[in-house]
């Protein structure tokens, strides 16, 4: 059974950092694509970052050059680092995982997705 934790979530103000993390258990990270998405209040869920079994990597546009998302597969832990944030960047932040090595990510689709965590709560303020 696929378990994602969430944490490194918080508060901070407009051009601050945090770095969200999500420790996953119960498969081999390595042949997993895995990836962020968030909603923000009144909006669909999006996706944010996500990387796939090779390393690669996509980004929405509005996050380009601010994000990175990386994983430790030795911790079985991926990360994104959110630097330069901004009040647009306030949601709840998803990690989602699924074993499919074929996942077109540059679709950010999330229903090419089956497993996914609780979620953290990232708010800015202007």
């Known amino acids: 059974q696929v378990q994602l934790v969430e944490s490194g979530g918080g508060s901070v103000q407009a051009g601050g950092s945090l770095r969200l993390s999500c420790a996953a258990s119960g498969y081999t990270h390595i042949s997993y694509t895995m990836g962020w998405f968030r909603r923000a209040p009144g909006k669909a869920r999006e996706g944010v970052a996500l990387i796939d079994s090779d390393g690669g990597t996509r980004y929405t546009d509005s996050v380009k050059g601010r994000f990175t998302i990386s994983k430790d597969n030795a911790k079985n832990t991926l990360y994104l680092q959110m630097n330069s944030l901004k009040p647009e960047d306030t949601a709840m932040y998803y990690c989602?995982?699924?074993?499919?090595?074929?996942?077109?990510?540059?679709?950010?689709?999330?229903?090419?997705?089956?497993?996914w965590g609780q979620g953290t709560q990232v708010t800015v303020s202007s």
């Open positions: 989602a995982a699924e074993s499919a090595t074929d996942i077109p990510i540059a679709d950010m689709d999330e229903t090419d997705f089956g497993y």
